[in-house]
């Protein structure tokens, strides 16, 4: 058995280990295929000169979209140009259909910045970095709730065959699971 490690892995190697954990999950997570899992985005602020002031960056992984970097020049911040960004990634993100986005900041970053864009903190790690939080954050996608209870009714139903439910229909089917 070799062994090896690599700041540059090729895009082969990338592949083989994605096509290799999606083989696994495939029993677990049959609908996996719907959301293109791996997909990687930017969205990009300018200013009226054209050099870039912002950004962020995401990626999808299941049905949830991964918010990995955010950032905003100096002369952006407090402008609004943040949530303008966060409004782009929660309309890319509903448009797939996703179900959640999900970040994390440490204490000296942007936790109150996500939080007043409807993110809520889900965990923490104290000292991590030395010296510092790290919080998790997610904001759920109103979509995403209503996909949830439906993902649970059809799981508590076990049906199997496509069907279209409407509205009504899944709160019925989430009165009757939450009352068991």
């Known amino acids: 058995m070799k062994i090896e490690v690599s700041v540059q ?6 592949q083989v280990i994605s096509d290799g954990i ?17 997909l990687r985005i930017a969205i990009m602020a300018q200013n ?34 943040g949530p303008q960004l966060i409004e782009q990634l929660v ?7 996703l179900t959640q986005i999900r970040t994390e900041a440490l204490d000296f970053q942007a936790k109150p910045f996500y939080e007043k864009q409807g993110f809520k903190v889900y965990g923490e790690i104290d000292d991590s970095p030395k010296g510092h939080k790290t919080y998790f954050l997610v904001k759920v996608l ?6 949830l209870v439906l993902v649970l009714c059809l799981n508590k139903q076990s049906i199997i065959k496509s069907q279209k439910w409407i509205y009504p229909q899944i709160l019925e089917c989430w009165h009757t699971i939450t009352s068991e």
């Open 91 to 97: 309309a890319f993100a509903k448009e797939k259909q």
């Open 22 to 38: 999606n083989a696994f999950n495939a029993p677990y997570l049959p609908n996996d295929g719907e959301f293109e899992s791996g």
């Open 142 to 147: 109103p979509d995403g709730e209503i996909l």
């Open 9 to 14: 892995p090729s895009e082969h190697q990338l």
């Open 48 to 81: 009226e000169q054209g050099e870039y002031v912002g950004g962020l960056q995401a990626s999808v992984v299941w049905s949830y979209c991964i918010l990995e970097l955010l950032w905003l020049s100096e002369e952006t911040r407090g402008q609004g140009v």
